[in-house]
């Protein structure tokens, strides 16, 4: 097998690798809706979810016998961003219970834009006339997301609310996972590290609000399951493989198609239906992500 056929093999098994992450990300939303149904709280949910979730991704961590060892103050500071990752994915869960998947996976996704708009006011980047025009089509399209008329195609509030503050937390998760001391460790053990904290704390708040542990049911059971199978372990684990095969930019810009994948989840196993505005404004803020990331790449290729 010649460089050029292993190069090329590399990069489809990235993207596939990739594509699955986005897909199983984007069924999240509507499992999680399907679980609520049964009966589960969002406590029970997170817990059930990254206690099987975490737990297998340490497996897979000592299986592969990955170096552990990250310094204490490195420890430390993934703890930190752990209990940031509590608050983003509490905030991201509950938001379910008000809205449609596909909205909430487009509000957050839009801590690309917080990422991007902290790196030009820190002075990290530059307010370049293309940046500022796909800033502005994502803002544009929350703004029809989030502007819908009263009626049965109406948000919640509090949902919007919810996911916004899921966004916020997720920038706040971007931008700490991208610093350079993180850069020697296996991304999957710093992952591990930082998945401690809310696997700890989902439990603890699920045991003060008085909810079960473990789902009661077996339907319950089935959706936990799934989801600390499906986004809990597969899917971080094989963006983890992807980036190393097509690089973190072009990951990035392939995962963009997440939104699009909780959209059609959505209507196939909730029968959600969006509004023409949020639809608009969806495929906005799809468009201007994909605009940034592809900058970036380019960007990062002249680098």
Do not use: H
């Amino acid at each position: 097998m010649t460089d050029k056929t292993k190069d090329a093999r590399n990069k489809n098994i990235g993207f596939l690798l990739v594509l699955l992450t986005s897909v199983l990300y984007g069924v999240m939303p509507a499992l999680t809706q399907r679980a609520y149904a049964s009966g589960v709280t969002v406590e029970s949910v997170l817990t059930g979810r990254y206690l099987i979730g975490t737990t297998l991704i340490w497996m897979f961590i000592l299986l592969t016998k990955k170096p552990l060892r990250v310094g204490g103050k490195n420890f430390s500071l993934l703890m930190a961003v752990g209990v940031n990752v509590f608050f983003c994915v509490f905030c991201m869960t509950s938001s379910y219970r008000y809205l449609p998947g596909a909205i909430t996976s487009l509000i957050t996704f839009l801590y690309i834009v917080i990422v991007n708009v902290a790196e030009i006011l820190i002075g990290r980047e530059r307010a370049r006339a293309f940046r500022v025009v796909c800033l502005l089509l994502t803002i544009g399209g929350l703004i029809l997301v989030v502007y819908t008329p009263t009626g049965e195609n109406a948000l919640n509030k509090t949902g919007i609310v919810l996911a916004m503050a899921a966004g916020i937390f997720y920038a706040i998760w971007a931008m700490s996972m991208g610093a350079k001391r993180f850069a020697p460790f296996s991304a999957e053990v710093t992952m591990g590290y930082m998945l401690i904290v809310p696997t700890v704390a989902n439990a603890v708040n699920c045991v003060l609000s008085g909810s079960p542990i473990l789902p009661v049911t077996g339907e319950q059971w089935l959706y936990v399951v799934l989801l600390g199978l499906s986004p809990g372990f597969i899917a971080p684990i094989a963006f983890c493989a992807a980036v190393k095969r097509i690089g973190a930019s072009t990951a990035s810009m392939i995962n963009t198609s997440e939104p699009v994948f909780a959209y059609f989840a959505g209507i196939l196993l909730m029968g959600d239906r969006l509004s023409f505005n949020a639809t608009l404004g969806g495929v906005l803020i799809v468009v201007g992500l994909l605009l940034l990331n592809v900058m970036e790449r380019r960007k990062g290729s002249l680098d």
